[in-house]
RNA sequence: GGGCGGUUAGCUCAGAUGGUUAGAGCGUCUGCUUUACACGCAGAAGGCCGGGGGUUCGAGUCCCUCACCGCCCA
């Protein structure tokens, strides 16, 4: 139902159509790939939400960016698929629910494994749709049909399958090793879970007395004195002159009594505290290995529950770790061992979901063996040699160099975690014969020795192992024959933050090549981080968050897309501030207005059957729009093509405001005043291809508009698609370039801003008459046909044009706009001396210019080596500038006569 | 310790392959109820492109170096 032209609201009200269009494109069923053999088939699969989670502003970044990739192929008819996802999130999902529990006075050890997860699930049922809402106010375009969960059956059997495949190779592996743990998470984290951060702290120096002789000592420095329980080591560098004799030799561990040997190790930093490094192999990683190679026993003293454990002796048994920190260095210091304490900056690891101070410690966990980047059958190399050999490319390409890094130095992965919420893994041991076997399918019994008596492994897998399958899991893999697969993966793009780069990229490239032998995706684009107007990063700690819902409740979903998308290069962070938003609504409303302009200028025209395709409009003004809505065109795809989306929606910004609005709607008006036909079709063809070239970025207000300009326009042979949506994106095939419309209309311009610029410099007010005459020199024809429009926007009433160098008085102000001279007999307001003022700086500007240009081409270099279509315009310059020279020269001339 | 990014207008940022007198938004100043839009129109001011050196006929752009800010890895 079309309404009438004047009620459409003066301005574009977002919160009233944006529901009703989404749900008419779902629908409509436009969210699905639709089959088209002459498309190449598209595919994004949505990095998946933590399913608790709420959205923010980076997934509104996020989902701008793929939706507008998305809609962009899916209008250039590639069969196109935008695959929606939910991540159970182990760890993170289980730390908010325990919160929960805590909250209740409970915690999930009174509750049970099978209770807690029930949990979950409930938490799971009850939040985990708020978040595809979101999404739906953000106007993705992702195929709901499709929503995967990384729980669901398929890609539960896709995890299972590569477990018992990696199993079997013997590449998943379980050892007792020295991994990160979290006390508070109960944990073990894989090295990426922990953060490090700068603090405050002490530096400990404590005497080590020698085993033989009590008044010599060794002195080591440490952050965490009560390691000391578990030393079993002192090590020195095996330069290290002051330490010569002490190599070799035993001390006698202060508080324990222990001897424990002097060992010379060349990892030890000479430089460092005393030089000599307590070793504790048992909690620090470093030490660990320093205990490998000397053969160092491993003394546990810190358990699970961050306490000092009884192998640290009956004293200390039992202590909190930080107490006992405390404990330690007040009873060394009473036995005079404790030298000095000095403060000490350094960095701590704690634990990415809960910030505890993480404990390295021994522990029985699952690995998966990724190899070397440079074995080219590991997993690592040839995740290596996908990136390094271009097959997959990162997108900003400095990445490239950063993931490549990560994988030189990876070591084997962590990938069993002591939770309950998540994929556990599938291993079952026999309580008869002691075997243990991985399966896809639950086991009835020991395939060894046929006992019923088996148990599953307590462990549940890494949250980025499952993660690490999405881009095959979700179109399901392991299954023979899946269409999704053999149609969309590879998959096209992975669109995601360079934060987790190395948790999640890297993981999909290993376990994708992995499991399939290809790669996952062709294309990584990484985007940045958002943050809030001062630069700081948004956390709800800090107390700085911005909740999408509420922007684009109060500036409207596409100026929301609009701000975030727009003025930033891929991998860069962006600042969102209210003026960001405040600017791309202003846009959204220009749009909507010039739409308006438009759709009143056209009402009860008969004439506008051409519009659609306007293959060779004839009036200057439209030769020259059209030239540059092909061009805009060109570059809008092109510049998509690259992922500079940023860059796209900036020269979409620029034509619709500057050339569209402000130049050519202004000059239409003119014409449309005189009934000239061929006005009122360009407007609505040029406003038509915009709002497709805008519709990836901004799919509401172009849909808004698109079916209320449509409906009131003659459909093209071939009948229009029922929505913007479908329709097809801009391409340029053959291009209506018009340079001579160009730089004829160039001149137009450039009179009318003179004559705008002087009035504003004389204060003429802009009501006042003013009369012009120009001198055509040549272009005679031109200021004729635009005549009206030079008249009417450059406000000169009446206006003359004089034919080429018709002598005339030179009272008043002469304008120099090559070859024209626009003549404003403004006696009375300019006197001689003024005028000839300003003309002399005109000239001394122009003859500068001149100079320098003429100094360009005297260069016999400059001549010889550049390129020659440079040189060619620095001669048409050079004759430009000298011809306006000379008609400054003669106005003088003509002034001082 | 290694690596990466940044340093361009008052603020926030763009500036393929080196090539006019370096751009935008916001802000500032001056005008304007011009019948699409004051979420607007017209005009203006404002930049040794962080410092130094180099390559080149020509450098914001390439190379070296220094400084400061931020990030990643150890």
Redesign the pocket.
């Known amino acids: 139902m079309t309404q009438p032209a004047n009620a459409i609201p ?3 009200e977002a919160g009233a159509v944006e529901r009703r269009i989404y749900q008419n494109w779902w629908d409509s069923g436009y969210f699905a790939p639709h089959a088209n053999p002459s498309g190449e088939p598209f595919c994004i699969v949505m990095p998946p939400p933590n399913v608790t989670g709420e959205l923010h502003l980076g997934h509104a970044l996020t989902a701008s960016l793929q939706d507008a990739l998305t809609r962009w192929h899916r209008m250039r008819g590639d069969p196109t698929l935008w695959l929606p996802g939910k991540d159970h999130a182990g760890i993170a999902t289980q730390w908010v629910v325990e919160r929960a529990l805590a909250d209740e006075g409970t915690n999930r050890h009174d509750l049970g494994r099978d209770a807690f997860e029930q949990r979950v699930w409930e938490w799971v049922e009850r939040y985990g749709n708020t978040i595809d809402e979101q999404h739906r106010r953000l106007g993705a375009s992702c195929d709901w049909s499709r929503l995967r969960f990384t729980l669901d059956p398929g890609p539960v059997r896709a995890v299972r399958t590569t477990f018992v495949n990696l199993f079997s190779k013997g590449l998943i592996y379980r050892h007792e090793r020295i991994i990160n743990w979290c006390p508070r998470c109960a944990t073990a984290l894989s ?2 879970e922990v953060d ?1 951060e700068e603090r405050d702290g002490k530096l400990y120096y404590i005497r080590y007395p020698l085993a033989d002789r009590a008044d010599d000592y060794v002195t080591v420095a440490t952050t965490r004195p009560e390691s000391m329980l578990g030393d079993t080591g002192v090590a020195v560098h095996p330069d290290d002159e002051r330490y010569q004799d002490k190599i070799g030799r035993m001390t006698l561990l202060p508080i324990v009594g222990r001897e424990i040997p002097v060992v010379g190790d060349p990892a030890i930093e000479i430089e460092f505290g005393t030089g000599a490094l307590k070793v504790t192999p048992g909690h620090d990683v470093v030490d660990f290995e320093i205990g490998e190679r000397h053969g160092l026993p491993i003394v546990n003293i810190i358990g699970f529950d961050g306490c000092i454990t009884d192998a640290a002796g009956p004293k200390y048994a039992g202590m909190e770790r930080f107490a006992a920190r405390a404990a330690v260095a007040e009873e060394l210091e009473a036995l005079g061992l404790l030298e000095r304490v000095e403060d000490y900056h350094h ?1 701590v690891g704690q634990c990415q979901r809960c910030s505890e101070v993480v404990e390295p410690l021994i522990s029985l966990q699952w690995f998966l063996n990724v190899g070397q980047h440079t074995d080219p059958n590991s997993i690592a190399g040839r995740a290596y040699a996908a990136v390094a050999n271009g097959t997959i490319e990162i997108v900003p390409e ?1 990445f490239t ?2 993931y490549l ?2 994988l030189e ?1 990876i070591r084997d992965w962590c990938i069993s975690r002591q939770l309950w919420w998540g994929h556990r893994i599938p291993v079952w041991y026999c309580a008869d014969c002691g075997g243990f076997a991985a399966h896809v399918e639950d086991p009835t019994a020991c395939e060894a020795c046929g006992s019923a008596a088996i148990q599953q492994e307590n462990d549940v897998l890494d949250t980025w192992f499952s993660s690490g399958l999405w881009p095959h899991s979700t179109l399901g893999w392991p299954e023979e024959g899946s269409d999704d697969l053999s149609e969309f993966y590879p998959n096209s793009v992975m669109e995601t933050g360079y ?1 987790i780069l ?1 948790f999640w990229v890297a993981r999909m490239i290993m376990l994708g090549i992995e499991n399939t032998g290809q790669i996952p995706f062709r294309s990584v684009y990484l985007h940045g981080m958002v ?1 809030d107007a001062e ?1 700081q990063k948004m956390s709800k700690t800090r107390g700085n968050t911005l909740d999408p819902l509420d922007l684009l409740e109060q500036y409207g979903t596409d100026a929301l897309r609009f701000a975030l998308t727009t ?3 891929p991998g ?4 969102l ?1 209210d ?2 938003l ?2 791309a ?2 846009f ?3 749009i909507w ?2 739409a ?2 438009v759709i ?1 200028a056209i009402e009860g025209r008969n004439d506008l059957d051409d519009w659609h395709d306007l293959i060779a409009p004839e009036h200057r003004e439209d030769r020259w729009i059209v030239g540059r809505l092909d061009a805009l065109t060109a570059a809008v795809n092109e510049s998509l093509a690259e992922f ?1 989306l ?2 796209a929606q ?1 020269k979409l ?2 034509f619709v ?1 500057n050339d569209f ?2 130049w050519y ?2 000059m239409a ?1 003119v014409r449309l005043r005189d009934g000239d036909s061929g006005a009122a079709v360009t407007l609505v063809h040029v406003l038509e291809r915009s709002l497709r070239l805008l519709h990836p970025f901004m799919p509401f207000v172009t849909e808004e508009i698109w079916q209320n300009l449509t409906s009131r326009v003659p459909a093209p042979a071939e009948g229009l698609p029922p929505s913007i949506m479908v329709a097809d994106y801009p391409q340029v095939r053959s291009v209506r370039s018009a340079p001579d419309a160009e730089s004829e209309m160039d001149v137009v311009m450039q009179t009318i ?1 003179a004559v ?2 002087i009035r ?2 004389l ?1 003429i ?3 006042q008459r003013l009369e012009a005459a120009i001198e055509t020199n040549g272009l005679r024809t031109v200021v004729e046909e635009e005549r009206e429009a030079i008249r009417v926007l450059a406000r000169v009433e009446p206006l003359r044009v004089l034919d080429g160098d018709a002598a005339q008085s030179a009272a008043g102000v002469s304008l120099v706009v090559n070859p024209l001279v626009v003549r404003l007999p403004l006696a009375g307001i300019v006197d001689l001396d003024a005028e000839s003022q300003r003309l002399d700086q005109e000239l001394e ?1 122009t003859r500068r ?1 001149q100079e ?1 240009v003429e100094q ?1 081409l005297a ?1 016999a ?2 001549v010889s ?3 020659p279509e ?1 040189v060619e ?1 620095e001669r048409e ?1 050079l004759h430009s500038l000298t011809e306006q020279r000379e008609r400054i020269e003669d106005i003088i001339a003509q002034l001082s006569a």
């Open positions: 003066r301005a574009y090295d990426l490090y960095a400095r160099r950063v890094n990560w130095n934060d190395f943050l630069g003025g930033t290069a860069n962070n962006l600042r501030s003026e960001k405040e600017s609504r202003n959204a409303n220009k207005n010039a308006r302009f009143t500079e940023g860059e900036q910004y620029d405001w609005c402000d709607i202004e008006k801003r705008r610029n504003a410099q204060r007010p802009a009501a500007n210019n320098r360009l260069n270099k400059f080596k550049a390129r440079v315009k310059r």
